[in-house]
Structure formats: structure tokens, C-alpha cells
């Protein structure tokens, strides 16, 4: 069964700081996908990033890159010169892609950005 | 275009109640889903569908009926709702079984 894990509940960093949410994860099927998501306070989920389990590079997307360590089963949301706006809950996901798995949650890290 | 959208925003139900909630989207995907958060829960599958006609349990099916007539909507419903239903509920989209796109979500209370 698939399991993600994320085990800092809230985390501060300075503004223009760089910051590093952590994502372990845990699978038996070696095809899979791993996903960030930012939840701010207004409730909604927005869609960050992905990284596929046979990509070779580490995904980027603008100030945020996914540190992909497959041997060590990790998938860390690194935030570039964060603002103020990324204050927000963070959350990795995963799903497997034999069958129609649907994605697993990690409860979350709350990061809280200071001027 | 709209993405994916949920109705109502906000509801308040009695214990007993009945209630449905709607998903719809316009982006032609394939896979829905309904979500639960509960605070230091992060987000718990209720049930999917991977296609019109088609819907699976999640990991907390208990108390739920969900129905796919139509390819753009998914449709959630508490038969008789209890105050441990109370929580925010997400819907969310899938072209397949890649990137879940979510709707802005509904915060339901039971008294």
C-alpha cells in the first residue's frame, strides 16, 4: 500500500530564504508519480509540481523543485527566495500507476514565511 | 472555462438530514473525485470514479453515495448526515491517472 509521509507539521523561514518540506514516501510498484500541492488560507488546493518515478531529472517549476532521491524514497519541495505569499499548508501526494489507484495524502506542513 | 466547481459553498444540516453536493468540471477529464479534510487529517478519499457510469470506494466510503450519470459531474450525498461528517469537502478532476485538479471546496457543518 502506498504511504506518504511529511513529518515537519509547521516550519518558519525568512523571506528571500530558500526552504526544503520534506516528503518521504513508500511503494512497492516501481511506476508511480509523486505530486506537491499549496493549500493557502482562502482553502483552495493549487497544483505545484510533479515528478515521475522513471524521470530522470529532478523537477522544476519557476521557485519550486522537487529534490527526488529515489533510492531513499524522498520527494522534498524546495522553495526558492520565498515571499510572503507562500505562506501555506503544503502537501505531498502520490499514486501508483498500475490500476486506478487514486492519490495518498501526507497530512501537511504548514509553512509560515517572515518578513 | 472554469475548471472544476463545487455547490453549494457553505451548508449547515441537522443531524438526520439528507444533503447532496455538486461537482462538475468542463475540462473533459476522465477520473473524479470527493475528498474529506479534517484538521491534522490532511485530505481523505471518500470515493472516485474513473469514468461516466463507474465509482469506487475511497478510504472513507462509510456514510457516503456518490453517482457519475454524466461524464462532467460527480455527485456526493449523505443519506443522513452526522455531526462526524462535519468537515470541508474537495472535489477533484483527472484527465487519467495523472495531475488532480480541485474545486474551490464546500464547509459543511452538522449540529
Known amino acids: 500500500a502506498q504511504k506518504i509521509t511529511q513529518t515537519q507539521p509547521g516550519m518558519f523561514v525568512q523571506e528571500k530564504e530558500a526552504v526544503t518540506l520534506d516528503c518521504t514516501y513508500d511503494?512497492?510498484?516501481?511506476?508511480?508519480?509523486l505530486f506537491w500541492y499549496k493549500q493557502p488560507s482562502s482553502g483552495e488546493m493549487i497544483f505545484l509540481i510533479y515528478q515521475g518515478s522513471y524521470d530522470q531529472q529532478n523537477a522544476t517549476e519557476g521557485r519550486y523543485s522537487l529534490n527526488f532521491q529515489k533510492a531513499r524514497k524522498s520527494a522534498n519541495l524546495v522553495i526558492s527566495a520565498s515571499q510572503l505569499g507562500d505562506s501555506a499548508m503544503y502537501f505531498c501526494a502520490m499514486r501508483d500507476f498500475s490500476g486506478n489507484t487514486p492519490l495518498v495524502f501526507g497530512k501537511g506542513t504548514r509553512l509560515s514565511v517572515i518578513a | 472555462n472554469a475548471g472544476v466547481t463545487q455547490t453549494p459553498k457553505f451548508r449547515v444540516l441537522k443531524t438526520g438530514q439528507s444533503m447532496t453536493l455538486l461537482c462538475a468540471q468542463d475540462m473533459n477529464h476522465e477520473y473524479m473525485y470527493w475528498y474529506r479534510q479534517d484538521p491534522g487529517m490532511g485530505l481523505r478519499l471518500i470515493h472516485y470514479?474513473?469514468?461516466?457510469?463507474?465509482?469506487a470506494k475511497g478510504e472513507v466510503p462509510d456514510g457516503y453515495n456518490v453517482s457519475r450519470l454524466k461524464k462532467q459531474n460527480f455527485l456526493l450525498g449523505l443519506e443522513s448526515a452526522a455531526p462526524s461528517q462535519t468537515s470541508v469537502y474537495f472535489c477533484?478532476?483527472?484527465?487519467?491517472?495523472?495531475?488532480?485538479?480541485f474545486g474551490p471546496g464546500t464547509r459543511l457543518t452538522v449540529l
Open positions: 470514479s474513473v469514468g461516466e457510469g463507474t465509482t
Open positions: 477533484a478532476s483527472s484527465l487519467l491517472a495523472d495531475t488532480q485538479y
Open positions: 511503494t512497492s510498484d516501481p511506476s508511480y508519480g
